[in-house]
Nanobody
Framework: HVQLVESGGGSVQSGGSLRLSCAASRYTSQYFCMAWFRQVPGKEREAVAA???????????SYGDSMRGRFTISRYNNLNTLYLEIKNLKPEDTGVYYC???????????????????WGQGTQVTVS
């Protein structure tokens, strides 16, 4: 069983930056796809991006123009940690950001919340 703990959220002004962290409770080197999702008010949970053990990144369907250039996902297997750096934060980025993981050698090309079995508790990001 893997436990995921997010941190790094908070309240920031527009244009600010945050670095979210997700720490896994045990070594994730053996075939884990790790992902960031977010849920903004009034919308369903959506995938931001995911990284497999080889460091390949898969982007969520919503990644597009709203996130490209501002959201950067990275993963450090030795530290069992997944990061999401968000620059130039906008009010529409406000929401809860979740870390998720699943025992896949490679991340699915379609990142759906229902396919991930491990979830963190979420970290709130508020942009004003």
């Amino acid at each position: 069983h893997v436990q995921l703990v997010e941190s790094g959220g908070g309240s920031v002004q527009s244009g600010g930056s945050l670095r979210l962290s997700c720490a896994a409770s045990r070594y994730t080197s053996q075939y884990f796809c790790m992902a960031w999702f977010r849920q903004v008010p009034g919308k369903e949970r959506e995938a931001v991006a995911a990284v497999d053990n080889d460091g390949k990144t898969t982007y969520g369907e919503s990644y597009g123009d709203s996130m490209r250039g501002r959201f950067t996902i990275s993963r450090y297997n030795n530290l069992n940690t997944l990061y999401l750096e968000i620059k130039n934060l906008k009010p529409e980025d406000t929401g809860v950001y979740y870390c998720a993981a699943e025992h896949w050698e490679y991340c699915s090309w379609l990142l759906l919340p229902r396919d991930f079995g491990y979830w963190g508790q979420g970290t709130q990001v508020t942009v004003s």
